[in-house]
């Protein structure tokens, strides 16, 4: 194994921003190497700012934020991103 979890979670934060365009407020929330170690799966939990629209939205939704969850599929050799998925929580 080339990369180890840290490096496979920097790997992921960086292709996210590189695709979307934009820095993004991201956590680590889940680190999963396969049992045949040849990928690394990362959780992203992605902040999109607060619910709803406006002043309205964010009293309404108690200044809750959305947060969406991205897997990324790293290969651990190379760590390339094989894939980015949504995951459903």
Same mark, same amino acid.
């Given at each position: 194994? =080339?990369?180890?979890? $840290? %490096?496979?979670?920097? %790997?992921?934060? %960086? +292709? +996210?921003?590189?695709?979307? #365009?934009?820095?993004?407020?991201? %956590?680590?929330? &889940?680190? &999963?190497?396969?049992?045949?170690? $040849? ?5 992203? #939990? *992605?902040?999109?700012? +607060? #619910?709803?629209?406006?002043? *309205? #939205? ?5 200044? =809750? $934020?959305?947060?969406? +969850? ?10 390339? !991103? ?6 459903? !929580?």
């Amino acid at each position: 194994m =080339s990369i180890d979890a $840290r %490096t496979a979670a920097k %790997t992921a934060a %960086t +292709y +996210y921003e590189a695709i979307s #365009g934009e820095p993004a407020k991201l %956590t680590i929330e &889940e680190i &999963e190497l396969d049992e045949d170690n $040849r990928f690394w799966f990362i959780t992203l #939990g *992605i902040s999109d700012g +607060y #619910g709803g629209a406006g002043i *309205i #939205g964010s009293i309404g939704s108690m200044g =809750s $934020r959305i947060r969406d +969850y991205k897997i990324f599929k790293i290969d651990s050799n190379t760590g390339e !991103v094989k894939s980015m998925k949504i995951r459903k !929580v």
